[in-house]
């Protein structure tokens, strides 16, 4: 299972998953992914103003084809999650299924792209440290944990302020992923926070309503980023979703 942050964190993310995988408590090897300029990841050497989801699909499948993974699962949470349905549309065939957390159908309104746009030059212009509490708020729910908004907080003080810039770009023109997830046919699990401010659940449920395939989970008091603020609910039913696909499969 192969997995991809969302903005403005990173792989950390998905602590609470590996430790989990360590212990073998989930059917696969996660392997978790840094978008550039977040976590060990470095910016690229021409920095453009925006990530094309095209680029960073690109990068998630050189990242497969240089540990030969066969079959992964893909997925993410939200604009990682759109990375991620890119990426198996380009590897066609070759994935076993799709993950995707805290994903709504469409695109951003006007409104909301011209806010983006905004925090984006906030960012450049102050850093990311001066915005990170305000950005945690939103991800989070009102009354998490102390310990999960300081990493939270952290994981966007430590990203690159042009990384943030450019992946804020990206979310805004991102494309509707439900075209995309057409092309798929794939098993696919839906997981949302039932206290998500930025992808509502009833988003979310809409996303897995117009799918073939879907399977739906919504997780009580979480929000945006459920793997790091409900990280036992998430590998739960990451696991299940794991199990089920290998018995469709026909395997012990």
Do not use: W
């Amino acid at each position: 299972m192969v997995l991809v942050h969302c903005h403005p964190v990173d792989s950390r993310l998905f602590d609470g998953q590996l430790t989990a995988a360590a212990a073998g408590d989930l059917a696969a090897r996660l392997v978790v992914i840094d978008l550039p300029g977040f976590g060990q990841s470095t910016l690229p050497s021409e920095m453009p103003d925006r990530y094309e989801i095209d680029d960073l699909a690109d990068l998630v499948n050189a990242v497969i084809d240089h540990l030969r993974l066969a079959d992964p699962v893909l997925g993410g949470v939200a604009i990682g999650g759109t990375v991620a349905v890119e990426a198996a549309r380009r590897r066609q065939t070759r994935t076993a299924g799709i993950v995707l957390v805290s994903n709504k159908p469409g695109g951003d309104p006007p409104e909301r792209a011209a806010v983006r746009e905004s925090t984006a030059i906030e960012v450049l212009r102050d850093g990311t440290a001066a915005h990170a509490p305000r950005l945690a708020r939103l991800a989070l729910t009102p009354d998490a944990d102390p310990q999960v908004i300081d990493r939270v907080e952290a994981m966007i003080t430590a990203a690159e302020p042009r990384a943030v810039a450019a992946l804020l770009r990206t979310i805004t023109n991102r494309p509707d992923l439900l075209p995309m997830l057409a092309e798929l046919h794939l098993p696919t699990l839906v997981v949302g926070g039932r206290d998500d401010q930025i992808s509502p659940p009833e988003r979310v449920e809409e996303l897995a309503a117009a799918l073939d395939q879907a399977t739906l989970r919504l997780i009580p008091g979480a929000g945006h980023m459920a793997p790091i603020e409900a990280p036992q609910a998430t590998t739960a039913i990451l696991g299940e979703f794991l199990d089920d696909l290998i018995r469709a499969r026909g395997r012990p």
